[in-house]
């Protein structure tokens, strides 16, 4: 069975840290280009970050660039989420995804992404 399960977040004040996981099960995770979106209330799913396959290179939106780090262990078929300075306007719902691909450079965008998990909110707030 497919399935992602994202794990690791909850209520964190602003300037705060929080690190997400995602275990993918039925995959092979070496095979997958991956990647992290987030949807705050009353908005869009928007890209946060993406790691590809093959070279684990990385890719950020210019919200996050500085702030997160995105990772992947495939021996455990794990991938990371590592948040820093965390502020307000980072409160949303964050999902991880996979995209069945070897050696091409990863994208944030939702369409790209076959596989989803069921989501990790995530609030920042004093």
């Known amino acids: 069975q497919l399935q992602l399960v994202e794990s690791g977040g909850g209520l964190v004040p602003p300037g705060g840290s929080l690190k997400l996981s995602c275990v993918a099960s039925g995959f092979t995770l070496d095979n997958y280009n991956i990647g992290w979106f987030r949807q705050a209330p009353g908005k869009e799913r928007e890209g946060v970050s993406c790691?590809?396959?093959?070279?684990?290179?990385?890719y950020y939106a210019d919200s996050v660039k500085g702030r997160f780090t995105i990772s992947r262990d495939n021996a455990k078929n794990t991938n990371y989420l590592e948040m820093n300075s965390l502020k307000p306007e980072d409160t949303a719902v964050y999902y991880c995804a996979l995209h069945r691909a070897y050696f091409r450079p990863c994208k944030l965008s939702m369409m790209e992404y076959e596989h989803w998990g069921q989501g990790a909110p995530v609030t920042v707030s004093s």
């Open positions: 790691i590809s396959s093959g070279n684990s290179r990385t």
